[in-house]
């Protein structure tokens, strides 16, 4: 009885600190925030693309129609077609026709110890010309206000590293089992403040989806060439800036930026089985820490003996605790609240299949991904 008491109390403390940095992250408003224009940039956009017949062309068309403001000069859109095998190639070269910023890269052999995302991002910016460069995801959406938003904050705060998460879109109900558990586990863990403020390495944080560099200190250092095998090379990233003294930031998106990551839960179960150890810091030990203290442990003092008998109001405490910050992550994500707390429990299952998938993976298992082994 004492154990399962002291069980938790620990429950409890550990929901509190993650409650504590939500309300952190809330507080001091880590969205990407709506800004004046800043004065004159010029800025080169770089999209790797492998398979994405079906995202590059809307992506290509949301750049051009929606960066409109006369500050910023888009120098260049060049997109690399890392060996698509659908129409990838064929309709970035249809659009090129319209607008002369548009040119395709074709790629070549994968050099040996590469990985493909990392070489096309690498091959991207020894191109790129533009005094700022911009990873985007074929994937993601932009909105009015993107590019000018990010250089505006890049230059405000001195950032040579801006990374966002964009906002996640989902339709079915498998993504929703989970996608959420991305930014839930991400905004309760990282003051995402202190990867602007604090030279801790361990106060690091990116996302491959958006990344905004300084263009002179990207080619100086060559960053996608140092990290060539990694992959989580957003994080590896950011924390090879931050040991160089380069000022780095990771923002939520405050609507100018949107991403369907995944089509549906098996998709879903592998791409983030795939990234989850990132939100860990790459950390196994972290992730079954993590993963004992919201899901494992907490389930088995519900099924194997009685939280409520224990102690009525540790067990009022420790929900309460629990659904506020699903809440205020929710809120912080610009998801959903009924949806989410819906999906909760469900969540909360799906999370150690993840974390078993990851294992395997780490332990020397295969995932392929757009029809590649990674």
């Known amino acids: ?41 010029d800025v080169s956009i770089l999209i790797p693309a492998r398979n994405e017949e079906a995202n590059i062309g809307r992506l290509l068309s ?13 120098r260049e859109i060049l997109v690399y077609d890392d060996h698509s095998t659908d129409r990838t190639a064929a309709v970035v070269e249809e659009m090129a026709a319209g607008d002369p910023r548009i040119s395709l890269i074709r790629g070549g052999p994968l050099p040996q110890g590469w990985l493909g995302k990392n070489h096309a991002c690498h ?36 950032i040579r590293l801006l990374s966002i998460f964009p906002k996640q879109v989902m339709k079915t109900a498998g993504e929703w089992l989970v996608v959420p558990l991305m930014n839930w586990i991400l905004v309760s863990l990282l003051p995402m403040i202190l990867v602007r403020t604090c030279r801790w390495t361990s106060f690091s944080g990116a996302n491959g989806q958006f990344m905004l560099f300084d263009s002179a200190i990207y080619k100086r250092f060559r960053w996608h060439e140092q990290v060539k095998s990694d992959p989580v090379e957003d994080i590896r990233i950011s924390r090879l800036m931050k040991k160089k003294r380069f000022r780095t930031a990771t923002l939520l998106s405050g609507g100018q930026i949107s ?21 860990f810091g790459n950390s196994l030990l972290w992730m079954l820490i993590f ?23 540790a067990f009022y405490l420790y929900l ?13 994500s610009r998801q959903p609240l009924l949806k ?24 020397g298992g295969k995932i392929e991904w757009k029809g590649r082994q990674v």
């Open 1 to 41: 009885m004492i154990f399962e008491q002291i069980l938790v109390y620990l429950l409890i403390f550990f929901a509190a600190l993650r409650l504590g940095v939500v309300i952190v992250n809330l507080l001091t408003r880590q969205w990407l925030p709506r800004q004046e224009s800043t004065g004159h940039a």
């Open 62 to 74: 949301n750049i051009i129609d929606t960066q409109t403001d006369k500050s910023i000069v888009i």
């Open 123 to 158: 091959r991207l910016g020894e191109e790129a010309a533009g005094q700022w460069l911009l990873f985007l995801d074929a994937d993601v959406e932009v909105a009015p206000g993107l590019i000018r938003d990010s250089v505006a904050y890049a230059l405000k705060h001195q």
């Open 259 to 279: 991403c369907r990551m995944y089509d549906g839960y098996d998709q879903a179960l592998k791409g983030f089985s795939k990234n989850i150890g990132q939100f």
């Open 291 to 313: 993963t004992l203290l919201t899901t494992l442990l907490p389930l088995s003092l519900f099924i194997f003996s009685s939280f409520f008998r224990l102690s009525p109001l």
């Open 320 to 332: 309460s605790l629990i659904l506020l910050i699903k809440t205020l992550s929710s809120l912080l």
């Open 340 to 363: 989410n707390l819906f999906f909760w429990l469900p969540q909360m299952v799906i999370l150690p299949v993840l974390v078993w998938k990851s294992i395997r993976y780490r332990m």
